[in-house]
């Protein structure tokens, strides 16, 4: 019974409640959306330096692998150092810098012991760094600000030109010779950390305990240990703007639920009336109340979900380098729970507000 009255209701004020479910879905999609762009830089940063190919990585001196590398503090002598020690095959040096924010960078690479380790770039357009000044371009970054091969493109005030065009997933979406970077920055000879291949990667743990008997101030970490720290509680600030979000977009849900069945109980004071004059309990009312607003947040997990491929889509169109967006599909019922819950609670007051009713008075509502 409680079923078919909350769907006459609904069907027969198409506007109100689309505009509802239109208003709780921005709630779920703005949820989704931050959690997928989370989630997916996390992912691409993760995916990037597993396209180093390295079984290593070593750190400077009171840094963390989610701390900015923004300069070059190591001396470029570890890397002979670190490329003698057992078992490592090779070994390469990279400076970064940020570049447009805290989100882009620029590596500056030594081509040859780069490729050693990681192998040749994988070129849709152009060649390799031959110039102090070539530059090469993964083809987000190429998509995301509309450069071509041949272009000059303006990096940390210096004029560079465009001479590749790689594959995304290697290490940085800009590439340029290490001294050149250096040179810029004022950080000639030293580099921002340290890549190791191994022979093989069975003895990851035991170059690593034997790296740090040597080097106790300097962090390092195995590519297993990365991934693992690529996650959303490892990033303080992240996580705090996820928790923001979550609250607000309850809040958001509560309010815009509470003001449209706030609106639904005075619209329906007669049918209300009505429903106590036939013997209808405030418990039967309440549930009228509390089933329309469950089914409001219902449809508005429905497009809100619907919503984040739309925002997926135009986020990875416009930027892909910055904020590349995922699908996370764990957070489907997440979200759903949350802007259900919201329209719960948002429902409770006009509920309330319904069952006290007295039947005469709302009978005599004009």
Not at 109 to 133: N, V, Y
Not at 148 to 176: C, M, S, T, Y
Request: net charge neutral; charged share 20%; proline share 4%.
């Amino acid at each position: 019974m409680i079923l078919k009255i909350v769907w006459e209701n609904v069907r027969f004020r198409p506007a109100r409640t689309l505009l509802s479910i239109l208003l709780i879905s921005f709630s779920v999609t703005s949820i989704l959306t931050l959690v997928g762009m989370t989630r997916g830089f996390l992912d691409s940063s993760r995916q990037r330096n597993e396209g180093v190919g390295a079984d290593i990585l070593f750190r400077p001196k009171d840094s963390s692998i989610l701390s900015s590398l923004n300069g070059a503090p190591l001396s470029e002598k570890f890397v002979d150092q670190l490329a003698k020690e057992p078992h490592v095959v090779a070994a390469t040096g990279v400076t970064n810098q940020l570049i447009g924010g805290a989100f882009d960078s620029v590596a500056g690479i030594d081509q040859a012991s780069f490729t050693r380790l990681s192998g040749p770039f994988l070129f849709l357009q152009g060649h390799e760094l031959e110039k102090p000044d070539d530059i090469i371009l993964d083809q987000y970054y190429a998509n995301q600000r509309h450069i071509r091969l041949g272009d000059k493109i303006n990096v940390l005030n210096h004029q560079w030109n465009v001479v590749g065009i790689v594959e995304p997933g290697k290490l940085a979406h800009l590439f340029v010779q290490m001294p050149r970077l250096q040179e810029l920055i004022g950080s000639t000879g030293r580099v921002s950390q340290i890549w190791l291949k191994l022979d093989d990667p069975r003895n990851t743990e035991g170059v690593i305990d034997q790296l740090r008997s040597k080097y106790k101030d300097y962090p390092m970490y195995s590519m297993k240990d990365l991934e693992s720290l690529y996650s959303v509680d490892n990033v303080p600030l992240l996580k705090y703007f996820t928790d923001t979000v979550l609250v607000s977009s309850v809040l958001f849900g509560f309010i815009v639920v509470a003001l449209s069945m706030y609106m639904a109980v005075l619209q329906r004071t007669r049918e209300i009336g009505i429903l106590k004059s036939l013997g209808a309990s405030k418990g039967f009312v309440i549930g009228i109340i509390l089933a329309e607003a469950c089914l409001l947040g219902i449809g508005g997990t429905v497009a809100g979900i619907s919503l984040s491929f739309a925002t997926r889509w135009i986020l990875n169109t416009l930027t892909p380098a910055s904020f590349p967006q995922s699908i996370v599909v764990i957070w489907w019922p997440r979200a759903g729970m949350i802007a259900v819950g919201g329209a719960v609670l948002g429902s409770l007051f006009p509920g309330l507000l319904a069952a006290r009713q007295d039947p005469i008075e709302a009978l005599a509502y004009e």
